[in-house]
T-cell receptor
Framework: GDSVTQMEGPVTLSEEAFLTINCTYT??????LFWYVQYPGEGLQLLLK?????DKGSNKGFEATYRKETTSFHLEKGSVQVSDSAVYFC???????????FGAGTTVTVRA | AAGVIQSPRHLIKEKRETATLKCYPI?????VYWYQQGPGQDPQFLIS???????DKGSIPDRFSAQQFSDYHSELNMSSLELGDSALYFC?????????????FGPGTRLTVL
């Protein structure tokens, strides 16, 4: 079945550092890919998405490119802030599916 | 903008009791999803409904049941609660359209089973 493998955390960074969280997937067909963010004590918020190969999703300085040749959707941000401290989930929605399959989540802590 | 509403936000139950979680989707959204997130875990899909009919089923225990009503709100009924049912339960909704539509998540109901 469809699955997502996400870089294990936790990740601790200093403010203004570069952030990369790796995400690879296994799926048949052409899935849609998502990054969700969960701030402490809150629900899941969609950060960005990409629905076809070579699409780049971007939001709040975060970017991820749908790479079908490497089955990857790595999340990047060039200069993180303390407010980016959260848990980040990579997720996949199969081409014939409604449900989301999530990765294990990566906890990111940004220190001032 | 209106968001997904879940109630209650927190719930404490004893083992073997029952619990009912409610979800009110964003207006005009016709699909509702339920996810369970255990402590330190990723969310796991339980069940979904489209136009009041079950559309997909995941790892939902037989002790749990759910339905979507005519006003599109959904309820997750949990019986014979076990300690392992303690988790954050998310509801999400999506609007009419194709499979690319994103899911909008509610704030979750935190269930604690003692």
């Amino acid at each position: 079945g469809d699955s997502v493998t996400q870089m294990e955390g936790p990740v601790t960074l200093s403010e203004e550092a570069f952030l990369t969280i790796n995400c690879t997937y296994t799926a048949t067909g052409y899935p849609s890919l998502f990054w969700y963010v969960q701030y402490p004590g809150e629900g899941l918020q969609l950060l960005l998405k990409a629905t076809k190969a070579d699409d780049k999703g971007s939001n709040k300085g975060f970017e991820a490119t749908y790479r079908k040749e490497t089955t990857s959707f790595h999340l990047e941000k060039g200069s993180v802030q303390v407010s980016d401290s959260a848990v980040y989930f990579c997720a996949l929605r199969g081409s014939n599916d409604y449900k989301l399959s999530f990765g294990a989540g990566t906890t990111v802590t940004v220190r001032a | 903008a209106a968001g997904v509403i879940q109630s209650p936000r927190h719930l404490i139950k004893e083992k073997r009791e029952t619990a009912t979680l409610k979800c009110y989707p964003i207006p005009r959204h016709d699909t509702v999803y339920w996810y369970q997130q255990g402590p330190g875990q990723d969310p796991q899909f339980l069940i979904s409904f489209y136009e009041k009919m079950q559309s997909d089923k995941g790892s939902i225990p037989d002790r749990f049941s759910a339905q979507q009503f005519s006003d599109y709100h959904s309820e997750l009924n949990m019986s014979s609660l076990e300690l392992g049912d303690s988790a954050l339960y998310f509801c999400a909704s999506s609007p009419p359209g194709g499979s690319y539509n994103e899911q909008f998540f509610g704030p979750g109901t935190r269930l604690t089973v003692l």
